[in-house]
């Protein structure tokens, strides 16, 4: 196996041996096999759709097959023998459509699991040794931003919002990773593009959330316990936490959240529910230890899954494209598992205090304080804002994150979303003029909200994003954060300080061409980069 699309990858170079999140070289090799036959399918719906012919359910499709291979997403052979499956039936059907031959042999008909692994190992990231380095880079770096593209469009999607441009745009990507005839200047064009559709995507998925379960508003969450019952329900998905408190609903559970499904609590029909009570734990890769000591049922939605402890294994469930072979599966939505073995274990003992935290910043809550924040900085009592945000991690250098809030200054506010506030979440930093020093703008999925709440300072400064007091710090470590980098790449903002390590697949000629275009640097020391910042 050969995998270097997240941050944690051995070495800084590749893991090529087992996966660093967990991932088994078979699992490596049906993903590759799977991205191989995507390539394939994508060049023939390009050829297709050039004769008007359209399949909302191979859209739909697409984006499930390409999120499955997200970093820490999807671990089951079995799960991935069946994508592989559907995607060469597709390529066949489009192969009729359109009178013409996928331009790489994906056909997987009559393989069993072991012939897939064997194929899949011929047709991963180094399959081509020849291939210049920096195209390489560029298609990898494309691929990847596609991955956290299918991903936003996938949650979009179940809460009913789509565009067919999402998709159009995905076929286009993927069959120009086939295509030797690009170079370097058109495949930047393409990663960039796909930094444009990602805004899109962003869009409708913040348009599912909020036109589904309200706009986020400021609500402290509890840390603490409650005696009893209990759900731990981790992951993203608003729509799954959303049915598991309905059928919850006076059965006597308390539910409670982890990682990156904190800030559901800010949305108005999700807090509803009285026994929607508070969060438990931090960010995704402290999980194990975490789970270990939760005592009730644990749901997992989407993505961040590890390797489930022994301990936890039989209490743990995952539902929608995440999974973990031996996991019960919950593919109906019927959480009923969910709920009975919540009921068999023994829950929380006696209610616990905790700190609280504050969520539901997103952009209605801030831009409806605008006059107010415009007026602070006018005054000079605001004289900075810090993005402090992205992925969180379990590989030594994170702490940055939390030393460079800690040495912000007092007339600063920090926005913050993703699971890298886990580094600060609770930190108590105060007010200026009645607005909240630190933000939770939400999840990763609410970048849209970050972005927006950019554009209209601007607009209200009269300025350019790149002329505002403000700054970018971010972590990356999986998919999602290479595409939001390219949104805002494509969004022409530059100075962002990148970490805590650079992609192992961007090339020195293409860091190069970031470098020049957009400023674009590593994370260094807090005080220099606090420095550098603040001018």
Same mark, same amino acid.
């Given at each position: ?15 090529? @041996?087992?996966?660093?999140?967990? @991932? ?56 991935? *023998? ?6 060469? *039936? ?32 011929? %047709? ?8 210049? *380095? ?86 402290? %969450? ?40 904190l800030p559901t609590h800010g949305y108005p029909e999700? @807090? ?63 959480f009923t598992p969910v709920i009975e073995k919540a ?31 415009? *007026? ?64 939770? %703008? ?39 954060? %290479? ?53």
């Amino acid at each position: 196996m050969f995998c270097y699309q997240c941050e944690q990858t051995a070495k800084g170079k590749g893991c090529d @041996k087992v996966g660093i999140c967990g @991932k088994q070289p078979d699992v490596a090799a049906l993903q590759d096999l799977l991205i191989h036959g995507v390539k394939g399918m994508s060049y023939l719906a390009n050829e297709a759709g050039k004769k008007g012919f359209k399949d909302a359910q191979m859209d739909k499709f697409l984006f499930e097959a390409v999120f499955s291979t997200l970093t820490n997403v999807d671990f089951d052979p079995a799960r991935f *023998e069946i994508l592989i499956a559907k995607c060469s *039936e597709y390529s066949t059907k489009l192969s009729k459509e359109t009178g013409v031959n996928s331009p790489v042999d994906c056909s997987c008909s009559g393989k069993n699991l072991g012939e897939l692994v064997a194929f899949g190992e011929k %047709v991963g990231i180094n399959a081509d040794e020849n291939l210049n *380095e920096d195209i390489r880079s560029l298609r990898e770096l494309l691929i990847y931003g596609l991955k956290g593209l299918a991903a936003y469009a996938d949650h979009a999607g179940i809460l009913g919002q789509t565009d067919e441009v999402i998709a159009s745009f995905m076929y286009e990507g993927f069959a120009a990773t086939l295509d030797d005839s690009l170079g370097v200047n058109e495949l930047v064009g393409l990663v960039l593009k796909c930094g444009e559709i990602n805004i899109r995507a962003m869009e409708l998925l913040d348009a599912g959330n909020t036109g589904t379960y309200g706009h986020p508003i400021p609500t402290e %969450v509890p840390l603490g316990a409650k005696k009893g019952k209990a759900i731990l329900v981790s992951g993203h998905d608003l729509k799954d936490l959303a049915m598991l408190l309905e059928q919850t609903d006076g059965k006597g559970i308390n539910i409670y959240t982890h990682g990156e499904m904190l800030p559901t609590h800010g949305y108005p029909e999700l @807090k509803k529910y009285s026994h929607f009570h508070g969060h438990y734990g931090t960010a995704w890769q402290n999980q194990v230890k975490e789970f270990k000591a939760f005592p009730g049922a644990i749901l997992m939605t989407t993505n961040c899954i590890q390797k489930p402890n022994e301990s936890y294994q039989p209490n743990i469930f995952t539902t929608g494209l995440v999974g973990w072979p031996g996991v019960t599966h919950i593919a109906d939505k019927d959480f009923t598992p969910v709920i009975e073995k919540a009921l068999s274990l023994p829950g929380f003992d006696a209610d616990t205090e905790g700190k609280k935290v504050m969520v539901g910043f997103a952009r209605n809550s801030v831009l409806g304080v605008a006059d107010k924040i415009i *007026e602070a900085v006018k005054g000079d009592a605001l004289k900075h804002f810090f993005l402090v945000g992205g992925c969180d991690g379990a590989k030594p250098g994170r702490n940055y994150y939390t030393d460079f809030v800690d040495q912000v200054p007092q007339d600063c506010v920090v926005l913050t979303l993703a699971c890298g506030k886990f580094r600060f979440f609770d930190k108590e930093m105060g007010d200026i003029g009645g607005i909240p020093r630190l933000l939770d %703008v939400g999840q990763c999925n609410d970048a849209y909200s970050a972005v927006q709440i950019a554009l209209a300072l601007a607009n209200a400064f009269d300025c350019g994003v790149n002329d505002l007091p403000l700054s970018f710090i971010l972590s990356w470590y999986e998919q999602k954060a %290479v595409v939001i980098l390219l949104s805002l790449l494509h969004l022409g903002i530059k100075n962002i300080k990148l970490g805590p390590s650079l992609p192992a697949f961007i090339s020195p000629n293409v860091l190069n061409v970031l470098v020049e275009n957009f400023n674009i640097a590593p994370i260094s020391t807090v005080e220099e980069d606090m420095k550098a910042c603040l001018g």
